[in-house]
């Protein structure tokens, strides 16, 4: 069936940094690819998506580009800071709409 | 506007006993999911509505969980005889339609089976 997987965290960046989470899925055709970020206390809220192969989403500073070839979706911001500190988990769109997850990566940026 | 609301935010209860989680989806949205997400993990899909309708339960782990949306609108998340597995954060999500639309999630409802 399908499936995401990402890259197992914590990370623990400075301020600043570059950041890099892997993500790989496995699916049938080329389903729609998401994002989401959980800050402390607060709920799940979509960062970025894209539909189809070679699209680019972004936001916030973020940016992930969906790799058919690859089957990935690797998220990246060029510097990160504190505020960025949460869960972010990659996810697919399943046949019936739903949303398959990954099982997250914490993310800790240090002043 | 308002986002999806779920109540109770917290829920503990005994081994054996009865549950039931809402969720008040975005006003207008017709598709509604459930996930639950157990600690570590990433949410785990449980059962989905399009308008009143279960259009894929497929989800749910046993005949424990059943959930209605008898309106279209607020849905009932329902758990027979809790196990202490079945404590989680279970998450409802709404969109505007089905396939191709941003899911909207609620701060959901952290259950402790005791």
């Known amino acids: 069936g399908d499936s995401v997987t990402q890259m197992e965290g914590p990370v623990t960046l400075s301020e600043e940094a570059f950041l890099t989470i892997n993500c790989t899925y496995t699916a049938t055709g080329y389903p729609s690819l998401f994002w989401y970020v959980q800050y402390p206390g607060e709920g799940l809220q979509l960062l970025l998506k894209?539909?189809?192969?070679?699209d680019k989403g972004s936001n916030k500073g973020f940016e992930a580009t969906y790799r058919k070839e690859t089957t990935s979706f690797h998220l990246e911001k060029g510097s990160v800071q504190v505020s960025d500190s949460a869960v972010y988990f990659c996810a697919l769109r399943g046949s019936q709409g739903n949303l398959i997850f990954g099982k997250g990566t914490k993310l800790s940026v240090k002043p | 506007g308002a986002g999806v609301s779920q109540t109770p935010s917290n829920k503990v209860t005994e081994k054996g006993k009865y549950v039931e989680l809402r969720c008040d989806p975005i006003s207008g949205h017709t598709a509604l999911y459930w996930y639950r997400q157990s600690l570590g993990q990433g949410p785990e899909f449980l059962i989905y509505?399009?308008?009143?309708?279960?259009?894929?339960d497929s989800g749910l782990p046993n005949d424990r969980f059943f959930a209605v949306r008898p309106e279209g609108s607020v849905s009932t998340l329902k758990i027979q005889r809790t196990e202490r597995g079945d404590s989680a954060v279970y998450l409802c999500?709404?969109?505007?339609?089905?396939?191709?639309?941003?899911?909207?999630f609620g701060p959901g409802t952290r259950l402790l089976v005791l």
């Open positions: 509505f399009q308008g009143t309708g279960a259009a894929d």
């Open positions: 894209a539909t189809k192969a070679d």
């Open positions: 999500a709404s969109s505007p339609q089905d396939a191709g639309e941003t899911q909207y």
